[in-house]
């Protein structure tokens, strides 16, 4: 809830916060016929939620069935994500299929590693 949350308010630091130092996010990007992947380190993904959040505008997020399975220090939690933006004219809206690792560290419930399928199209 807590990162729903910052996502929410563009929050890059409330969202960093909550990741761990050596977190890995990792995914495929497809929008139309061509896909790019990525992985991104901690700094790495809260620069590019700085550039992209700070170069959109109407940003809405919402996440959809998301399961939870815990095993020891462990959860892992999958989730149907949803965003949309306008960029310049442009309104996108992008459906991603997430899993997220979390562990517990210390006291600290820390996002360990983040796989995404994301798919971005145009809004008509």
């Known amino acids: 809830a807590q990162m729903d949350e910052a996502i929410s308010k563009r929050n890059v630091d409330g969202v960093t916060?909550?990741?761990?130092?050596d977190v890995r996010v990792v995914g495929v990007i497809e929008m139309g016929k061509q896909s790019q992947s990525f992985s991104y380190s901690k700094d790495e993904y809260s620069?590019?939620?700085y550039d992209n959040w700070g170069a959109s505008s109407d940003?809405?997020?919402?996440?959809?069935?998301?399961?939870?399975?815990?095993r020891g220090q462990k959860a892992k939690v999958q989730a149907?994500?949803?965003?949309?933006?306008?960029?310049?004219?442009?309104?996108?809206?992008?459906?991603?299929?997430?899993v997220a690792t979390l562990e517990l560290r210390g006291n600290k419930l820390l996002l360990t590693h983040v796989e995404a399928k994301v798919k971005v199209q145009l809004a008509p």
Do not use: P
């Open 17 to 21: 916060r909550m990741m761990a130092d």
């Open 59 to 70: 940003y809405a997020y919402k996440r959809e069935n998301q399961s939870i399975s815990i």
């Open 47 to 49: 620069k590019a939620l």
């Open 80 to 98: 149907d994500i949803k965003e949309t933006m306008r960029i310049g004219s442009q309104r996108l809206i992008s459906s991603s299929k997430e």
